[in-house]
């Protein structure tokens, strides 16, 4: 079992930036694929950023990318920097984790999710 907790939404005018926060507890959290997802009102979950046990491979959805840096820290806490922030990026961002995972910015395969921090981007 892995308990995640974000923290660090809020609101932000275009072009500033945000730092959300996970911190991950349970035996097995410092082994596993993390990930932040987002859904915004009336759209589907979608693949924000991922990160891999071990080496920390990242990975980014297109739309982020150049703007948005996931990274870990003692293998228990995941962040996501997230600058030049733009209007469409306003939704709930959540946290995710799972043992393994074949496609990391994939929703479905993520077992363990925190609650959601929300985050609004006015222009």
């Known amino acids: 079992q892995v308990q995640l907790v974000e923290s660090g939404g809020g609101s932000v005018q275009a072009g500033g930036s945000l730092r959300l926060s996970c911190s991950a507890s349970?035996?097995?959290?410092?082994?596993?694929?993390m990930g932040w997802f987002r859904q915004a009102p009336g759209k589907g979950r979608e693949g924000v950023a991922g990160?891999?046990?071990?080496?920390?491979?990242t990975y980014y959805a297109d739309s982020v990318k150049g703007r948005f840096t996931i990274s870990r820290d003692n293998a228990k806490n995941v962040y996501l920097q997230m600058n030049s922030l733009k209007p469409e990026d306003t939704a709930m961002y959540y946290c995710?984790?799972?043992?393994?995972?074949?496609?990391?910015?994939?929703?479905?395969?993520?077992?363990?999710w925190g609650q959601g921090t929300q985050v609004t981007v006015s222009s």
């Open positions: 349970g035996d097995s959290s410092s082994r596993v694929y």
């Open positions: 990160i891999r046990p071990g080496d920390g491979t």
């Open positions: 995710a984790a799972a043992n393994y995972v074949l496609r990391p910015l994939d929703w479905a395969e993520y077992s363990y």
